[in-house]
């Protein structure tokens, strides 16, 4: 499976989760997060659970 397509199922997959959860979140912490300038795509790979897809970071040095 292609990347773009892969990344598109993991959304719809995100989204469904975030609109019919089971259960009332009763606290969400927002994580930070701190980078270097060679990391070249990090703020595009972070989901909407605030969690980094690692196998897509680009690294440049």
Do not use: C, G
Not at 9 to 28: F, G, N, R, S, T
Request: charged letters at 30%.
């Amino acid at each position: 499976m292609d990347s773009a397509k892969r990344n598109e199922l993991l959304q719809k997959i995100a989204q469904i989760e975030y609109d019919d959860v089971p259960v009332a979140m009763l606290h969400w912490q927002n994580l930070h997060w701190a980078y270097r300038k060679t990391f070249k795509n990090f703020p595009d790979i972070v989901n909407m659970s605030n969690i980094p897809k690692w196998d897509e970071l680009v690294v440049e040095e």
